[in-house]
């Protein structure tokens, strides 16, 4: 009996190690520096499994991998020392906190290469050339967006962009997980300053083109996400073109950070390329602080605060235009009265504390305030002829005179409420979150049309006016959010698997209305093959109303009246997206092929009317449509150690109004957009980029008049703008040490260098037989211009 009481204690000691053996091991723990200071994003290797995790932004990280006699753990983050630790026969569940002090080496700018793996419907871009591309805006980071699949852009005065055919008004802007919002009265590229995105303090850029998870608010088109920067140390830089200059300052040790912004920007250089002569006098100024504490490893708090003052006036003084087929040229020229004054002022401010409540979850709580003053007023009178240049024939003259005095006034209050949990292989986010509007406006405008002696439209008895428009409204209402949503990611011998689902819901005091909005994707690499990636994603999407949407206008000869629309419910998107992407390498270099396919059923869609930059709603929920295309990119290292990109896409946008089916205001039938860059032969001191952009015309029609009659196409958007940056400085490696000086950059851009003629809309002729004849207004033409960027 001894013998095999013994026998079968062996037995299952023999067995006990063997499934050790063969046991999966869970690993977890927090890395901080030398300050204990959390290290975000580190990279755990298991060194021979091939088992990979990434640390969160506090530090936490969490592997599994099987056991052996001796197990190397290896820890890796950029701008920090590398540490190996080896495990002897690991069990269970271990705990491992790790010290990775801060590296004396100095390193090249890092960012998070493009043909990384994406596994949901955010895409991180590649922030590397933000500093040192292209722009005519001042605004980089929207300037890098447009040139993404599925997003264009018709005019390069501005900073606002389409996305997969919805308007300006349908894309989301984040800063640090904080909803920011641009200026109402916009109406044309000219007037637009600088956005709230300060592109020296950008840390990290998401964009997801559709299928956005539930945490992002309720808009149909897109979401752009940004984090701020928090530096190590000193650093610094300035910058200055003909377009303007910037200044930037941070500093951060241990557990604090702060960071400075100052810009200003005047585009009066890039206005003077365009046909209407005069004086122009745009000012954009604005200045933003981040702040980030952590006095405890339990608390932290961030603060944003930003101040923004964007002038513009005008004096113009004559134009003339040149336009119709080489058989049937027109001239069209004007004399100039009056003047323009706009101002654009913004306040914008966020306060966030976070409790990490232990390892795997986190509290927090943020309060944001966004204030806008806004004022656009012009008095400007035109005396204009329109001829044939083949002949002596006089098409119309006549006298127009344009009025405004539009003044409106904007509060915005959100407190927010998020909890962060992580269990297992879930990650659960769920928030709550209070809003409350408050606008003012008060808006008059009219315009009055002469011609050849008639005033339009023409009546024997009065004087009327060809546009006539009143408003004087205030709202104020209040929002109520709550959203939850589980990432779930599971690894078989089938692949890995990522699934993101949640659900949002919202009711709005204005008109009482509640949304309930589901959505949910999938991720999915094949074991057989780790360089495909299958996505899906849908859900139900809304377009909750701002103050422009609920704008209902009601029309008697006594002119139009603006009145708000309590009936007004939320745009309805139910969406549809395929994906595929596939990664390779060509002669050794990453590359990746990336396609998404798309549906949009749209119901309850306020129609609305897109003058430049404005965009006018018809204030009701009169119309159904579908959006439908197809997206294509290829992103990698066409030339070696340097990223370049190309994407396509072909969509078709449609909408039923009044039993009639036409083309919605953004339906661009096709659309390219391409970036490359490149080092001169045998150095690396100087580099070329080229961004271009071809994009089909969007439909228009008569001002004033319905969607019905937007019977044409506006020309293509063509245009090919090239940088050259030529490195004087390259102080990385602190060579020389009594130099505080990093880089120096100097730059030379050729924008639209091939001229195309763009257009931006049309002025409207009519002659007292109802003639019309459509006047193209062309946007900016080829300018030179010079940059210098110090970085320290």
């Given amino acids: 009996m001894l013998f095999t009481s013994v026998q079968n204690v062996c037995a299952q000691e023999t067995r006990d190690t063997l499934q050790t053996d063969t046991a999966s091991v869970v690993l977890h723990g927090t890395i901080v520096d030398e300050h204990e200071e959390s290290v975000p994003m580190a990279i755990v290797r298991i060194e021979g499994q091939n088992k990979v995790a990434v640390a969160d932004l506090q530090g936490r990280y969490n592997i599994r991998f099987n056991t052996a006699d001796t197990v190397a753990v290896h820890y890796s983050a950029p701008g ?56 005519t805006t001042g605004n980089a980071v929207e300037d890098l967006v447009a040139t993404q699949a599925g997003v264009s852009s018709h005019n390069e005065l501005s900073s606002q962009y389409n996305v997969r055919g919805g308007s300006f008004d349908e894309n989301f802007v984040y800063i640090n997980g904080i909803e920011v919002y641009r200026p109402m009265l916009i109406s044309s590229g000219q007037q637009e300053g600088l956005s709230v995105i ?89 200045y933003q602080a981040y702040l980030s504490w952590t006095p405890t490893p339990k608390w932290s708090f961030d603060a944003i605060g930003y101040i923004s ?32 004054e706009d101002l654009f002022r913004t306040f914008f401010g966020t306060a966030k504390l976070t409790y990490n409540i232990n390892k795997q979850s986190f509290l927090s709580l943020a309060y944001s305030a966004f204030n806008t003053r806004e004022r656009e007023t012009y008095d400007i009178q035109g005396q204009y002829w329109l001829n044939e240049t083949n002949g002596d024939q006089q098409l119309g003259v006549g006298t127009y005179m ?50 050849s002696g008639y005033s339009i439209p023409h009546n024997n ?30 690894e ?51 377009q909750r109303p701002f103050y422009k949407e609920l704008r209902d206008t009601v029309t008697t000869n006594a002119g139009t009246v603006v009145q708000l629309n309590k009936g007004i419910k939320s745009q309805r998107s139910f969406q549809l997206l395929t994906a595929m992407e596939y990664k390779f390498r060509i002669s050794g270099r990453p590359f990746k092929f990336t396609t998404e396919a798309y549906y949009k059923a749209q119901s309850r869609i306020n129609p609305y009317n897109v003058d430049n930059v404005k965009v006018v709603y018809y204030g009701e929920n009169i119309a159904t449509g579908y959006v439908a295309g197809i997206d294509f990119k290829v992103y990698g290292e066409f030339v070696p150690g340097t990223d370049s990109w190309i994407s396509f896409g072909i969509m078709k946008a449609s909408m039923k109004l009044h039993e009639k089916t036409i083309p919605q205001p953004t339906d661009q039938r096709y659309n ?37 009659r937007s019977a044409f196409r506006a020309p293509a958007y063509k245009r090919v703008d090239l940088g050259m940056n030529y490195r004087a400085l390259n102080n990385e490696d602190r060579h020389l040490r009594n130099n505080l000086v990093k880089n120096i950059w100097l730059g030379l851009d050729c924008f639209n260098i091939f001229g195309f003629n763009n257009v931006s809309g049309y002025y409207w002729v009519t002659d007292v037989t109802g003639q019309q004849y459509a006047v193209p207004n062309y946007l900016t033409n080829r300018q030179i211009n010079a940059r210098i960027l110090i970085e320290f």
């Fill in 80 to 135: 920090y020392t590398n540490r190996r630790r080896v495990l002897r026969r690991p069990q269970g569940k271990l705990t491992l906190n790790i010290v990775m002090p801060t590296s004396d080496r100095i390193l090249e700018e890092i960012v998070v290469s493009d043909t990384r793996r994406q596994m949901g419907q955010t895409e991180a871009l590649n922030t590397k050339e933000l500093k040192r591309m292209t722009s």
């Fill in 309 to 340: 003052n964007n002038k513009y006036n005008f004096t113009p003084t004559d134009r003339e235009t040149r336009f119709g087929t080489l058989e049937d040229v027109k001239s069209f020229r004007v004399y100039f009265d009056g003047k323009e």
């Fill in 198 to 286: 300060n592109s020296d303090m950008v840390e990290k850029v998401d964009f997801s083109a559709g299928g956005f998870e539930a945490k992002y608010g309720d808009k149909m088109s897109s979401v752009l996400d940004i984090t701020y920067r928090k530096p190590k140390g000193w650093e610094g830089s300035v910058a200055a073109s003909l377009l303007g200059g910037n200044l930037y300052a941070g500093y951060g040790k241990r557990k604090f950070s702060f960071t400075n912004g100052l810009r200003y920007k005047t585009n009066q250089y890039l206005l003077g390329s365009l046909e209407t002569n005069g004086e122009y006098s745009p000012s954009f100024l604005d």
């Fill in 461 to 490: 008895n009065d004087l009327r006016l060809i546009y006539n428009l009143k408003s004087k409204n205030e709202i104020s209402s209040s929002h109520f959010q709550f959203y939850a949503q589980d990432t779930w990611r599971k």
């Fill in 492 to 542: 078989s011998k089938a692949g890995i698997l990522s699934v993101n689902y949640g659900l949002r819901l919202s009711h709005w005091s204005w008109n009482s209305e509640w949304l309930l909005s589901p959505r949910a994707s999938i991720g999915f690499v094949p074991s057989g093959n780790d360089n495909l990636t299958f996505r899906m994603a849908t859900g139900l999407y809304y």
């Fill in 672 to 708: 390219f957009n391409f970036f490359f860059s490149d080092y001169f032969p045998g150095t690396t001191r100087w580099k070329m980029n080229l961004k271009a952009s071809f994009a089909d015309g969007l439909p228009f029609g008569p001002p004033h008049t319905g969607l019905e």
């Fill in 402 to 451: 344009e009025h405004a005095r539009n003044i409106l006034r904007s509060n915005t209050q959100t407190l927010k409420l998020d909890y962060n949990l992580r269990f297992g292989t879930h990650s659960v986010l769920t928030g709550l979150a209070f809003k409350h509007d408050n606008i003012e406006e008060s808006s008059r405008e009219w315009e009055s049309r002469d011609s």
